[in-house]
């Protein structure tokens, strides 16, 4: 599976912003994929997953409602919306892709680096 992130950009506290990933390769019904970013100095931390044959969307507790993950199964892309954005949420954001029935995400992104200013 190849991954594309994109949509990064420089924002404001407090503004918007949706960041894409383009899937290609493989069929991704037997495939989860996820958002993740990784803040300077920080270990990388896990945001959302969308296992892709059902829709279903699983976050992590910190996005309480400010995040949104979303797939478009015909273009084969997921999206992140990301609302009332933080400085903290300053990060790379990855999307990478595991198999069904693994844990470990074998496939990655090269990453889109967000900035939120205060």
């Known amino acids: 599976v190849q991954l594309q992130a994109s949509g990064g950009g420089l924002v404001q506290a407090g503004d918007s912003l949706r960041l894409s990933c383009a899937a290609s390769?493989?069929?991704?019904?037997?495939?989860?994929l996820g958002w993740f970013r990784q803040a300077p100095g920080k270990e990388r931390e896990f945001i959302a997953r969308i296992y892709w044959s059902t829709g279903s969307i699983h976050y992590a507790d910190f996005v309480k409602g400010r995040f949104t993950a979303s797939r478009d199964n015909a273009k084969t892309t997921m999206y992140l919306q990301m609302n009332s954005l933080k400085p903290e949420d300053t990060a790379i954001y990855y999307c990478?892709?595991?198999?069904?029935?693994?844990?470990?995400?074998?496939?990655w992104g090269q990453g889109t680096q967000v900035t939120v200013s205060s």
């Open positions: 390769g493989r069929s991704l019904g037997r495939y989860v």
């Open positions: 990478a892709a595991r198999g069904l029935v693994q844990t470990e995400y074998d496939f």
